[in-house]
């Protein structure tokens, strides 16, 4: 016989009066359950920022600034703070798919960027904003089916002369879980520089995500930098999850997807660059020849090409000038959420190559790179044949010093590629006005942002106009304009709590 859900529901309503009238003596031999034993056992976290991880997890959101700024006054430091929610991310948010809710945790390191190229009254700003965009995260996280890390007991870890072979064999297979072990293992008894030797390739051996996993690499690396490597073990854990992430397609060691075919390609490529590449002739023509080639090129052939310049004895520095200006070109064209990760992907590449100490992951590094460029242009339609990075003229000029400035930051969003103009005139003819410029386009960041990928564009972009050679990266800055945040519109919401919450009201 069928049972209807009402049914259903007046049949449980009925047991359920019946169990509270009744005996419960059916629970006699099950063990008895204290509240802590019922409670998730999570990934732990070092004791001296325990309760902090703790006060971030638990307090509502409409009161978290003002817990903090009181464990501010109370002597709690900015290292401190910042690795607490670093930690309670990596714990608490699921870092699948690299993006979306997980931004919470890519943007510590975008946010602790920009506090420390802050003026002094600002840099608390930015990891406020952070600690409130991660409750927004944690809020999603649980509608989503709430997931946590779970703690790992240490009789499930390889033994330690066997955890660096292990590792390298699960992540070659794509094995999750013997990956996840081993990661543990691996935060214990390596350097950070020893491990992360291995996930600069990783991280960057698939296009899954638009880049988030090299994004995850770069940017976890920073921040435990600044944090110390004693809180690595929940965010390398978390960082292999994301890593080995591959959607609903099959194992990648056994099949051969397009996300996957640049990295492996590369790898066999990579053998056939010089050994003396690292020195060459610098030469603008290569760039603009470069440019010109990954405007229509595909993954194979844009590596091809890196290959091709740096046989010629081409500087490797016209390389990354050619990556940096493609990435801001494909922004002016669309700006937009792939437009933009042209830009971070790059940045986060980069900064691997410039901070590996192995050359065929540099190599490496720079040829996914150039492959990923065009896999980014495959996923923007429509795009526009002008504007061009390398042609495209200066605006005029309206005012002097900060007066000029606030006239381009009013231009936006209202026209994005006449800001970008007057941008390029100004930094061409007023050199000077360049601190001033970037410390504007940071301020207006802290008031009018709203969304992880403005501290995570702002801070990649405004870093690499210093990576970017002199004679291009004022046109590459120019370009950025089209997603940096203008003046019009109220601050935001967060601003105003994080005042009032530093003020002490």
Same mark, same amino acid.
């Given at each position: 016989?069928?049972?209807?859900?009402?049914?259903?529901?007046?049949?449980?309503?009925?047991?359920?009066?019946?169990?509270?009238?009744?005996?419960?003596?059916?629970?006699?031999?099950?063990?008895?359950? *204290?509240?802590?034993?019922?409670?998730? *056992?999570?990934?732990?976290?070092?004791?001296?920022?325990?309760?902090?991880?703790?006060?971030?997890?638990?307090?509502?959101?409409?009161?978290?600034?003002?817990?903090?700024?009181?464990?501010?006054?109370? $002597?709690? =430091?900015?290292?401190?703070?910042?690795?607490?929610?670093?930690?309670?991310?990596?714990?608490?948010?699921?870092?699948?798919?690299?993006?979306?809710?997980?931004?919470?945790?890519?943007?510590?390191?975008?946010?602790?960027? !920009?506090?420390?190229?802050?003026?002094?009254?600002?840099?608390?700003?930015?990891?406020?904003?952070?600690?409130?965009?991660?409750?927004?995260?944690?809020?999603?996280?649980?509608?989503?089916?709430?997931?946590?890390?779970?703690?790992?007991?240490?009789?499930?870890?390889?033994?330690?002369?066997?955890?660096?072979?292990?590792?390298?064999?699960?992540?070659?297979?794509?094995?999750?879980?013997?990956?996840?072990?081993?990661?543990?293992?691996?935060?214990?008894?390596?350097?950070?520089?020893?491990?992360?030797?291995?996930?600069?390739?990783?991280?960057?051996?698939?296009?899954?995500?638009?880049?988030?996993?090299? &994004?995850?690499?770069?940017?976890?690396?920073?921040?435990?930098?600044?944090?110390?490597?004693?809180?690595?073990?929940?965010?390398?854990?978390?960082?292999?999850?994301?890593?080995?992430?591959?959607?609903?397609? !099959?194992?990648?060691?056994? =099949?051969?997807?397009?996300?996957?075919?640049?990295?492996?390609?590369?790898?066999?490529?990579?053998?056939? &660059?010089?050994?003396?590449?690292?020195?060459?002739?610098?030469?603008?023509?290569?760039?603009?020849?470069?440019?010109?080639?990954?405007?229509?090129?595909?993954?194979?052939?844009?590596?091809?090409?890196?290959?091709?310049?740096?046989?010629?004895?081409?500087?490797?520095?016209?390389?990354?000038?050619?990556?940096?200006?493609?990435? $801001?070109?494909?922004?002016?064209?669309?700006?937009?959420?792939?437009?933009?990760?042209?830009?971070?992907?790059?940045?986060?590449?980069?900064?691997?190559?410039?901070?590996?100490?192995?050359?065929?992951?540099?190599?490496?590094?720079?040829?996914?790179?150039? *492959?990923?460029?065009?896999?980014?242009?495959?996923?923007?339609?429509?795009?526009?044949?002008?504007?061009?990075?390398?042609?495209?003229?200066?605006?005029?000029?309206?005012?002097?010093?900060? !007066?000029? &400035?606030?006239?381009?930051?009013?231009?936006?969003?209202?026209?994005?590629? $006449?800001?970008?103009?007057?941008?390029?005139?100004?930094?061409?003819?007023?050199?000077?006005?360049?601190?001033?410029?970037?410390?504007?386009?940071?301020?207006?960041?802290?008031?009018?942002?709203?969304?992880?990928?403005?501290?995570?564009? =702002?801070?990649?972009?405004?870093?690499?106009?210093?990576?970017?050679?002199?004679?291009?990266?004022?046109?590459?800055?120019?370009?950025?304009?089209?997603?940096?945040?203008?003046?019009?519109?109220?601050?935001?919401?967060?601003?105003?709590?994080?005042?009032?919450?530093?003020? $002490?009201?």
């Amino acid at each position: 016989m069928s049972t209807t859900r009402r049914d259903f529901l007046t049949r449980s309503a009925q047991l359920g009066a019946a169990a509270t009238v009744g005996s419960f003596a059916f629970l006699d031999n099950l063990p008895p359950l *204290s509240a802590q034993q019922v409670q998730r *056992s999570l990934a732990p976290v070092q004791g001296d920022v325990e309760s902090l991880v703790r006060l971030i997890e638990d307090t509502a959101r409409n009161r978290l600034l003002e817990e903090i700024a009181t464990r501010i006054r109370g $002597g709690a =430091s900015y290292q401190q703070i910042l690795a607490a929610l670093m930690l309670a991310g990596v714990r608490g948010i699921q870092p699948r798919p690299v993006g979306f809710k997980f931004h919470c945790v890519l943007v510590v390191n975008s946010a602790h960027i !920009a506090s420390l190229a802050a003026q002094d009254r600002d840099r608390w700003l930015p990891l406020f904003w952070a600690l409130d965009n991660f409750k927004a995260s944690q809020a999603r996280n649980a509608q989503e089916g709430d997931w946590r890390m779970s703690a790992l007991a240490d009789n499930r870890l390889p033994a330690p002369e066997t955890t660096l072979r292990n590792f390298r064999t699960a992540m070659d297979n794509w094995e999750t879980e013997n990956a996840d072990r081993t990661t543990a293992q691996l935060a214990r008894i390596s350097s950070q520089n020893e491990v992360y030797e291995m996930l600069w390739r990783y991280g960057a051996r698939d296009f899954r995500d638009i880049g988030h996993k090299a &994004i995850f690499v770069a940017n976890s690396y920073r921040t435990l930098v600044t944090i110390g490597w004693r809180h690595a073990e929940p965010i390398m854990r978390s960082l292999v999850y994301a890593l080995m992430d591959h959607g609903n397609q !099959a194992n990648p060691a056994r =099949s051969d997807h397009d996300a996957d075919r640049p990295g492996r390609d590369n790898l066999r490529r990579l053998t056939r &660059i010089r050994a003396d590449w690292h020195q060459g002739r610098v030469s603008r023509e290569a760039v603009t020849e470069l440019l010109a080639t990954l405007r229509t090129a595909n993954p194979g052939d844009a590596a091809e090409a890196v290959v091709t310049k740096l046989n010629e004895r081409v500087d490797p520095s016209c390389i990354w000038d050619a990556l940096f200006l493609t990435a $801001g070109e494909l922004l002016m064209k669309q700006p937009g959420i792939v437009g933009l990760h042209t830009v971070t992907t790059t940045n986060a590449l980069a900064f691997g190559y410039q901070t590996t100490a192995n050359d065929e992951t540099r190599r490496y590094l720079m040829l996914q790179a150039a *492959s990923f460029l065009p896999m980014f242009r495959a996923r923007m339609n429509n795009l526009p044949a002008t504007p061009r990075i390398d042609t495209f003229e200066p605006g005029e000029l309206v005012g002097q010093g900060q !007066a000029t &400035i606030d006239d381009i930051f009013a231009m936006i969003p209202r026209d994005r590629l $006449g800001a970008a103009r007057k941008t390029l005139a100004l930094l061409q003819t007023r050199t000077d006005q360049m601190p001033a410029l970037m410390t504007t386009a940071r301020r207006l960041i802290f008031a009018k942002g709203t969304d992880s990928h403005d501290y995570k564009f =702002s801070s990649a972009a405004l870093e690499d106009f210093f990576h970017v050679t002199p004679p291009w990266r004022n046109r590459f800055m120019a370009a950025n304009i089209f997603w940096l945040k203008g003046s019009a519109g109220n601050d935001t919401p967060v601003l105003q709590r994080t005042r009032a919450a530093l003020a $002490g009201s």
